[in-house]
């Protein structure tokens, strides 16, 4: 049986990013710096829009895994594609990438495979409209029992959280994972997902799983307080290993009592996109390698770093070089 030291599971997203200034996302009403779910016709009309298009393979967790691909761990996604040119790209670049894209692309179905446009301002922050079309139809019947008893560590995508399939498919995953001596754990996505599905994420992450990864907004919306380091302790009360991200500000993480804060060195982004994608990358490499968690926070923080210097959302640069060159490998 394969062993994947990481597998995730989540929205299957084809990126499309591109450059625009303030008043370009003022004319076609984008709000600045956040996600916003989009309906087809309003993602057909904004592509049409996009100049200078870069397209990629994304999802939060889907950029997550391939840079620990990257980093050369064995690793697999979980996710729904159409059987569109867009779904077939999506796949065949996971598979070329290093990892193993497990759910081959679903035939027929009125819903295409699902794509983010993404706006990038000069000041590198990100505006993305997503139509999430096939992704969000993944339940419990896509998570292959042979995958994700072979992982040993299972990270869940929280945008999943809106449809019920979604939650049934990370309890199958994250059950299937923890029965057979593996980790699970979350990346929560989004306060505003947060917001719709509170109690439901509060079981799952006191219930169901080993670590938790979010930035402030999110650990903060958990509780709805504006008191983190309140938030911080609750969640470490109910969960393992609790992660906190805090932009500029650096990184605190708990882990059964021990707590560490790992600064950052604060830098100008070119393109914020997958910055906590690829800290996600980082932290769990270096705990898929057992390393302790300043080292763990370190690696998050450089492989961020790295993604933050250049359009899109996956690392350009051998981040295994740069632990090298930091004396971390």
Do not use: W
């Amino acid at each position: 049986m394969t062993q994947y030291e990481v597998v995730g599971i989540g929205n299957a997203v084809v990126d499309v990013i591109s450059h625009a200034d303030d008043s370009f996302l003022d004319l076609m009403g984008i709000e600045k710096g956040i996600m916003q779910l989009i309906e087809r016709e309003r993602g057909e009309m904004l592509y049409g829009a996009m100049k200078d298009r870069m397209q990629t393979p994304g999802g939060a967790v889907a950029n997550t895994v391939a840079g620990i691909g990257a980093l050369g761990l064995p690793t697999a996604f979980i996710g729904r594609v159409h059987d569109d040119a867009l779904g077939r790209f999506y796949a065949k670049s996971m598979v070329d990438g290093g990892t193993d894209f497990v759910n081959e692309p679903v035939k027929g179905g009125d819903l295409p495979t699902s794509r983010s446009m993404i706006f990038v301002s000069p000041d590198g922050e990100r505006s993305m409209n997503t139509y999430l079309g096939i992704s969000t139809d993944l339940g419990p019947d896509d998570v292959p029992d042979d995958v994700a008893t072979a992982a040993k560590i299972m990270f869940l995508e929280g945008y999943l959280f809106d449809k019920d399939q979604g939650k049934q498919a990370f309890l199958e995953a994250s059950r299937l994972t923890r029965a057979a001596g593996g980790k699970a754990g979350i990346a929560i996505s989004d306060p505003f997902c947060v917001n719709r599905h509170r109690s439901d994420f509060i079981r799952m992450i006191r219930d169901e799983l080993d670590f938790v990864i979010g930035n402030q907004a999110e650990i903060l919306s958990l509780f709805e307080t504006e008191d983190l380091e309140d938030a911080l302790a609750r969640t470490a009360a109910m969960c393992g290993t609790v992660v906190c991200t805090r932009s500029g500000d650096g990184v605190t993480l708990i882990r059964d009592g021990e707590r560490v804060d790992v600064p950052v060195t604060k830098v100008t982004p070119v393109d914020a996109t997958g910055a906590g994608d690829q800290f996600a990358a980082g932290f769990l490499y270096g705990m898929a390698n057992d390393r302790d968690l300043v080292t763990c926070g370190r690696m998050g923080n450089i492989c961020a770093a790295e993604v933050i210097g250049h359009i899109g959302p996956r690392p350009e640069t051998s981040m295994m070089e740069v632990f090298k060159q930091q004396g971390l490998v």
